[in-house]
């Protein structure tokens, strides 16, 4: 079976999924920015309740390509890539914590069962391992859940998706006592309004989680009446 692989990767080579370069659906090039070192970002407006986030590149050219890739393509070989900056981003939310709860933001049903699994979780355990690797001790707990229906969140302004998000996720109550015992970092792939991130935090507050902060890979940059995102 290794041989077919190696022969199939041969007549038919992976095209980076950003500038369609063949050899890897990655390439180097590609991956450079998402090799920088986090920043905290923040929204503009900045909602309450807004943990401290940390990203690694902003959402545009081959750092958007990519995360696009993995999660509406199907390129779950992707995983592997970038999974390196969203273990860093972790590390710094954790700030200086030897021991963390990595809790991602929920993907809904209907995502799970069009993508076949459900990547940001999944992502989220690869990205523990690295951690745990360079003795951060992650623990994955799926513990959030959406407790109401949401409308798209494409084309609403800040505050309509605070408002579309307000109390539509809840604590898996099976999983609510495992929270208690490490700080928590809130996983997300995008930031973008806060609004995701800002009602994990009141839901993982609610049941007595000590939130510690959030780690995304990225996070927009677009110009709005109502949005800007900027590294600091």
């Not at 940390?54 to 993995?70: C, E, F, K, N």
């Not at 992650?138 to 505050?159: F, M, N």
């Amino acid at each position: 079976m290794p041989a077919i692989a190696a022969l199939l990767e041969l007549l038919f080579p992976a095209l980076c999924a950003s500038c369609a370069r063949p050899g890897a659906l990655a390439c180097p090039t590609c991956l450079i920015p998402l090799q920088a070192a986090p920043r905290l970002v923040r929204p503009t407006p900045c909602p309450a309740g807004f943990p401290p986030t940390w990203a690694v590149t902003a959402y545009a050219g081959s750092g958007r390509d990519l995360l696009l890739a993995y999660k509406e393509r199907e390129a779950a070989a992707l995983a592997r890539q970038l999974a390196v900056p969203l273990a860093a981003a972790i590390t710094w939310a954790a700030a200086g914590q030897r021991t963390v709860i990595a809790v991602p933001a929920p993907s809904s049903r209907a995502a799970v069962r069009v993508r076949g699994e459900d990547v940001l979780l999944a992502l989220a355990r690869r990205a523990a391992r690295r951690c745990r690797c360079s003795g951060i001790q992650v623990r994955v707990v799926p513990a959030l859940r959406q407790s109401r229906p949401v409308a798209d969140s494409a084309g609403l302004g800040a505050s309509q998706r605070l408002a579309n998000l307000d109390h539509a996720l809840a604590v898996k109550a099976a999983l609510a006592s495992r929270l208690a015992s490490a700080p928590i970092v809130i996983v997300d792939d995008l930031v973008t309004t806060g609004a995701t991130l800002v009602e994990a935090a009141r839901a993982l507050r609610e049941v007595g989680g000590q939130v510690h902060g959030a780690a995304t890979i990225a996070a927009t940059t677009r110009r709005s009446g109502e949005l800007t995102i900027g590294f600091r």
